[in-house]
């Protein structure tokens, strides 16, 4: 198959960009890495009459330190992310990443592409979530920021605008005893996860988690952030919580797909198995380092 017809434009700035998808509106679609966007063209799934290319964009990549958090540019290759010694101050991330599909996709994908993509079965969203990351936003009128919370509205949908260009993501750094993990169940190594987990932990004095951070993926129309299991766990004894137990709150009242690979029972069973053994290594790594 081959792509319907369409206008390719190739910006070299932020504004140019974001001028070209007002003007445009909906008949207009921002191109990142195209490892998304490019296959649904492809197959005819998606069309749009105008392409808007952030490739020849400066200043959109790019990985730095910025005020207790990571700020990774929209652009960012996933394969440049996977092997910066900066995304280690960010371990959930830096784990998340490898996980991505297979090289050859890293090699173009971006960070920003696969955040705005908001595919609910994708791994960087569900950091994204799991880290309360801030997105930053150019539009026509400025730049704004974005609570990841809030970013997110359905399978493929962000609350951004036509004319709306996402250029950077922000991570903030967890400092002190922490520990992270990300887990996920997939029939073949790359393919999307039937469901996932990312969770982040801190231990404070006396062995007790301070603070916990679950994040769903796979198991609803966005990531989804478990609650209820984070108030269930925060204030526990490492050495005494019910783990599995807050793997099945984590998942309880989600409405996970039913589709063929897999079905919602099924799902929910894998998801509150996968929350379960991300804590155990969370909380590992926490404790002891």
């Not at 809030?150 to 002190?176: I, Y």
């Not at 801190?202 to 478990?226: K, N």
């Amino acid at each position: 198959m081959k792509p319907a017809p369409f206008a390719y434009h190739a910006p070299t700035t932020v504004a140019d960009a974001c001028a070209l998808l007002a003007e445009h509106g909906d008949d207009a679609k921002v191109l990142a890495g195209g490892q998304s966007l490019v296959p649904l063209l492809a197959l005819r799934l998606a069309r749009f009459a105008h392409l808007v290319d952030l490739n020849r964009v400066p200043g959109i990549s790019g990985i730095r330190r910025v005020n207790g958090s990571l700020e990774v540019g929209a652009m960012t290759r996933q394969a440049v992310a996977e092997r910066s010694d900066l995304v280690k101050a960010v371990p959930l991330l830096a784990q998340a990443v490898p996980l991505i599909g297979h090289f050859q996709i890293r090699n173009r994908g971006t960070v920003g592409g696969s955040i705005a993509h908001a595919d609910p079965a994708s791994e960087l969203p569900a950091v994204a979530l799991a880290l309360d990351a801030t997105m930053v936003v150019a539009s026509p009128s400025g730049e704004r920021t974005v609570p990841a919370a809030s970013f997110f509205v359905s399978t493929w949908t962000t609350s951004l605008g036509a004319e709306d260009v996402l250029t950077a993501v922000r991570f903030p750094v967890w400092e002190g005893r922490t520990g992270f993990a990300v887990e996920e169940f997939a029939r073949r190594s790359g393919d999307f996860a039937v469901a996932g987990a990312a969770c982040a932990v801190s231990v404070a004095s006396g062995d007790r988690v301070e603070r916990a951070a679950i994040a769903l993926f796979g198991m609803g129309p966005t990531p989804l952030r478990a609650a209820d299991a984070e108030a269930a766990l925060a204030g526990a004894a490492v050495s005494g919580a019910d783990l599995a137990e807050i793997g099945q709150l984590a998942v309880r009242g989600t409405d996970p797909p039913d589709d063929l690979h897999g079905s919602s029972s099924y799902r929910h069973k894998v998801g509150a198995h996968l929350v379960t053994r991300a804590l155990t290594r969370a909380l590992e790594e926490a404790s002891h380092g």
